[in-house]
């Protein structure tokens, strides 16, 4: 296998009694594959339709492919989304294209330049129109409703540019990846006749990045999509197992269940690899909104949840492993080890008078990387610190892909496990109403008052 | 005042049992006084010399400026360091500068493009040189020690670069700044002949961006390192206040102190503006480093510490907030709102027959992050969750050196009511040590034998 996971430092034969027992482990093992079969018994149905993404898209594969190859004589190529429709194109464009890819002359590139915008920020609006000609740019406006305010609030302002300087082409411009039945933009896109995919309705933002979401911007800046999925179904394939030994979602999984339960409410995801910074960032939105939940299944209030934080080897140990060194006991660290880079970079002599910099002359970057992994996480298990490393022999198409549905498969285990709802967000309906209401939307009158009624800052507290 | 903070929603008459009360903050009230007094004690002193930056820097603000012009001919400047030497220098450039800075025109950019290389990723290095000409580029090699193994990596490949194509000219192309009298790099800076600017002894990493660390890079681009100085001065003026109630940074301190021994162990820092993003980065540094200590000052055994997590407004409402709203009660959140932004964007019409997205016409996306900061606020504290919001009227050099001298005073406090030292980090020796005997460096052949004879990871809990 190309992608494996190393958990011995979770364990109690190396941590002592901050580690976790065997015997835990054990008596918990029909708790987890209860947890298995309730993710089994749901592959495919309602919010489960990702899981079906590694094995029915073949004809959907073609068409992006088709599209992909088009819009790459294109000088630029805009993401408008923001949530699961950003963070999974950002990760992936981070982990497989070169780390300065806009940069890059267009004869390297061989694609257009790749932005996504994931915020309102008007500053940032303006300062993509510095660096863009939109007349030789394709947008993507992704949301699965049409009534996301964010991307919809984008596409006005595109559109309407796009009107004003193209006229009747301007729908040549904008591609629409939404929801094939349902919301606003399905039935704009037909109207103004632009070009579509679908986000099956059983897959939700945060699971989307291996359906047209992901796989499109992707595949226009030139990446293997049909292997990134041959992936995801390798893992799937693995997950399958219903030996919680051998199943790596399975068991970290529970891993994460049983510290949280002591206590745990951080979890850290710390790459050793600049491509995969953005991994953390998508992982933290997966893991914070799918598990984050005041209600369970059965009605009780939980308030459960572990909140992700992104950290990058070794930058971060300069950093943050201070704190998770010598600080509390409240966190475990999931480090993702790359075995084999896809450069290298040799370190010269010629400071051989200063013993405190010379050793490192003769080795390569790829050492220092590898072995300060190897240190940190050497003095973090010996400071009883909770971590375990996933190991991917390398960054390519593949890998990223049976990482993606690892990360996916073990998050809904988790979810099982908490038997909390693992695909809504209701959390997050107070702060869109309260915006609409600010915005005297129609409908929120009520909501208008009520925000109107609340108690005003107090001058005392403000310095 | 320019920046000011708004902790309402902190309190117990904004979140009922889960504030804190008046009286609670009356009985600290002479806890966090010591506290002040204790910085004051310090000021300059030891590693408390960052307190002087605001003030002695005159001459050196000078040279700063006309070493800059110079190199504002080269058409880039990489910044050679890792932590505080990388964190600052990038969290001030894009807060100040265009968003997408290098990819404008050299005649819009008006100076080099920058990069700052704070991972020994071979990918990355590999990268960079794809982008650069080593010719025409200057490289900023920071490092207090001169023995960041990272960094002076970094620069033993890029001095070998340099000889093999500049030969004895390889010198006018390195700058190092650094101790002036500890230390590997004086002296090899004085052999050399490079330009040099200095750290202050009593200036660490994590507190080092407004001297020649931070100042250097950030008037290369442009930035009035001046007017920064003078927002540091600002708020040092206002935080010698020995008032708890009209001191920004001490009230937060102790807000925070309040919190963590209430099990608040999280602190989330949350900007409203893309501008702002590398911010958080920043302070989740200096936050997690100088308050995540194994002992404090007596000798006890503490684990001291809050983890902080950064997070981005907007964007991140759709991929954290469902956490924040519904998950444990175990965190903090900072908001940092922007009151003006730099530039304006309007959101056009032209979908009247959708009432979910039309109402969103005829407003501004400025608006729309402000609506949507007030909103979110709203939702989270209708659920009870403490948060407080540090208000700028916009951001500019003024404001944001008096944001991140009040965010290093805030840190100095609360070291100090944690009875910590704020300014060490013993947690990541273990890490280099272990790093240096892997590389077989002479004189850590005890460690080595530690690192050989540790328990072998067990294939059992390997998946």
């Known amino acids: ?49 990702w899981m079906d993404s590694p094995y029915d ?56 330049r790749f932005y996504v915008l994931d915020n309102v920020d008007p500053e940032r609006m303006n300062a993509l129109f510095d660096i863009i000609d939109v ?30 300087r193209l006229g009747d082409k301007a729908n040549k411009h904008i591609i629409a990846t939404t929801s094939s039945s349902k919301g606003s933009l399905i039935g704009l896109a037909k109207e103004q ?5 679908f986000i099956p309705e059983g897959v939700g933002g945060r699971f989307s990045e291996l359906c047209p979401v992901g796989l499109l911007p992707a595949a226009v800046v030139g990446i293997d999509i049909a292997k990134m999925l041959e992936g995801a179904k390798h893992m799937d394939q693995v997950c399958r197992n219903k030996n919680l030994y051998s199943n790596p979602a399975l068991m970290s999984a529970l891993l994460q269940y049983i510290s949280m339960k002591k206590g745990k409410n951080i979890t850290v995801m710390m ?78 002599g010629g400071l051989e008078q200063l013993p405190n910099v010379s050793f490192l002359s003769g080795n390569t970057l790829n050492d220092l990387m590898s072995k300060e992994l190897y240190a940190t996480r050497y003095a973090l298990t010996k400071q009883k610190r909770s971590n375990y490393t996933i190991v991917l022999d ?32 209701p959390g997050v309906e107070e702060g869109k109403n309260a915006t609409y209401a600010l915005f005297g939307r129609k409908g929120y009158e009520e909501k208008a008052r009520e925000l109107r009624e609340a108690t005003p800052d107090s001058d005392k507290y403000i310095i």
Request: proline share 3%; hydrophobic share 40%; net charge negative.
């Open 135 to 164: 007349e030789k740019t394709i947008f993507n406006v992704i949301t699965k409703s049409g009534a996301t305010s964010e991307t919809m609030s984008q596409y006005l302002i595109i559109n309407d540019l796009l009107k004003k």
């Open 1 to 49: 296998m190309s992608v494996t996971i190393n958990y011995n430092n979770m364990m109690q034969h190396v941590l002592g009694d901050k580690g976790i027992a065997d015997s835990e482990i054990q008596s918990m093992e029909q708790f987890a594959l209860k947890a298995f079969d309730t993710v089994e018994a749901g592959r495919g149905n309602d919010m489960q339709g």
């Open 57 to 112: 898209q073949d004809e959907v594969v073609k068409a992006i492919v088709k599209k992909a190859e088009e819009i790459r004589n294109y000088d630029a190529f805009v993401v408008l989304g923001i949530g699961g429709s950003a963070l999974g194109p950002i990760a992936v464009f981070q982990a497989l294209k070169h780390l300065y890819y806009n940069e890059l002359p267009r004869e390297k590139r061989n694609g257009p």
């Open 271 to 348: 790459p050793y690899a600049d491509s995969l910074k953005y991994i953390a960032d998508w992982y933290c939105q997966l893991w914070a909104e799918s598990l984050g939940k005041a209600v369970d299944n059965d009605g009780n209030i939980v308030h459960a949840g572990q909140t992700p934080v992104k950290s990058l080897g070794v930058t971060d140990q300069h950093s943050q492993v201070q704190l998770y060194a010598e600080g509390p006991f409240d966190k475990v660290i999931t480090f993702i080890e790359v075995q084999n880079f896809r450069s290298k970079c040799e370190i010269p």
């Open 193 to 197: 006749g632009y070009d579509t995919f």
């Open 394 to 425: 390398k960054v390519d198409e593949f890998n990223l892909g049976a990482l993606l549905y690892l990360f996916q498969m073990q998050t809904a285990y988790c979810g099982a496990m908490l038997n909390i709802n693992t695909y809504d967000q």
